[in-house]
T-cell receptor
């Protein structure tokens, strides 16, 4: 049983560009949450998707948007990239009260 | 907004020592998570608890809801326990958007 998978693992983009990160949840999980982790910091909650809708959102600008597909996989889109968007982006999936399962993350570098 | 504080930020200990990492939060929660993060980024969920105490192998997690405090203990520590340990809190089950502490960087020396 594959756990949470994220792609790509690493990505380098230029300021102003747009990026799409992908996440496939663990089998049986229907909820996907996205987190941003800057170097040396704890993760920060971006948003959560359930039943193809954004259910909760953290304190992130509208440049950060997402989507969940009928198979529960999810995308995180970031527009107009800034240097400060460089971080590890983590996806976590869960179902109901089950513990979270995290992917290994996508390391985004903005130059 | 919940504030999550962990202590210590950094901890270096010798193999075999008993380790305690603390977590305090400011607002009532329904679940607290202890997570382990190794270099490279992967995060593993160690415990999710809402009351009392849980044990898994050499790891023990406790929570005091009234005092808004939780501790993670590692008995007979081993170099492979070296990692960042993160406390995170949420208000609704495992699927809730969590608020994370900054983590405790633990190094166990042989």
């Amino acid at each position: 049983d594959a756990g949470v998978t994220q792609s790509p693992t690493h990505l380098i983009k230029t300021r102003g560009q747009q990026v799409t990160l992908r996440c496939s949840p663990k089998s049986g999980h229907d909820t996907v949450s996205w987190y941003q982790q800057a170097l040396g910091q704890g993760p920060q909650f971006i948003f959560q998707y359930y039943e193809e809708e954004e259910r909760q959102r953290g304190n992130f600008p509208d440049r950060f948007s997402g989507h969940q597909f009928p198979n529960y996989s999810s995308e995180l889109n970031v527009n107009a990239l800034l240097l400060g968007d460089s971080a590890l982006y983590l996806c976590a999936s869960s179902g109901g009260w089950s513990p979270l399962h995290f992917g290994n993350g996508t390391r985004l570098t903005v130059t | 907004k919940n504030e999550v504080e962990q202590s210590p930020q950094n901890l270096t200990a010798q193999e075999g020592e008993f380790i305690t990492i603390n977590c305090s939060y400011s607002v009532g929660i329904s679940a607290l998570h202890w997570l382990q993060q190794h270099p490279g980024g992967g995060i593993v969920s160690l415990f999710m608890l809402s009351s009392g105490k849980k044990k898994h192998g050499r790891l023990i997690a406790t929570i005091n809801i009234q005092e808004k405090h939780s501790s993670l203990h590692i008995t007979a520590s081993h170099p492979r326990d070296s990692a960042v340990y993160i406390c995170a809190v949420g208000s609704g089950g495992g699927a809730d958007g969590l608020t994370f502490g900054k983590g405790t960087h633990l190094i166990i020396q042989p």
